[in-house]
Nanobody
Framework: QVQLVESGGGLVQAGDSLRLSCVAS????????MSWYRQAPGKQRELVAG???????KYAESVKGRFTISRNNAKNTVYLQMNSLKPEDTAIYYC?????????????WGQGTQVTVSS
């Protein structure tokens, strides 16, 4: 079984920064893509940023230039550095990963971490 645990959320003011972390644990042989999603109240979950095993990244247009995704493969960890935060960034942020356990592939989700940006 594979588990993802996010941390780093909180309440900040517009213009501030936050760094989210997500650690994968359990029966892990390898992790391909790792991603951050978010879901605001009344809205669908959306992709914020993704990074593959080789380090290639992709971002939602709304966060380009402000957010940076990175990973530490030795620690099975993905990060999301969020700068110049805006009130519209307020959401629950979820981590997702494509994991190979040695016997099957899994795409677990973390429990989410709340990010609230006040104006």
């Amino acid at each position: 079984q594979v588990q993802l645990v996010e941390s780093g959320g909180g309440l900040v003011q517009a213009g501030d920064s936050l760094r989210l972390s997500c650690v994968a644990s359990g029966s892990i042989v390898s992790i391909n893509a790792m991603s951050w999603y978010r879901q605001a109240p009344g809205k669908q979950r959306e992709l914020v940023a993704g990074i593959n095993l080789g380090g290639s990244t992709k971002y939602a247009e709304s966060v380009k230039g402000r957010f940076t995704i990175s990973r530490n493969n030795a620690k099975n960890t993905v990060y999301l550095q969020m700068n110049s935060l805006k009130p519209e960034d307020t959401a629950i942020y979820y981590c997702n990963a494509d994991v190979y356990t040695g016997s099957y592939y899994a795409t677990p989700w973390g429990q989410g971490t709340q990010v609230t940006v006040s104006s």
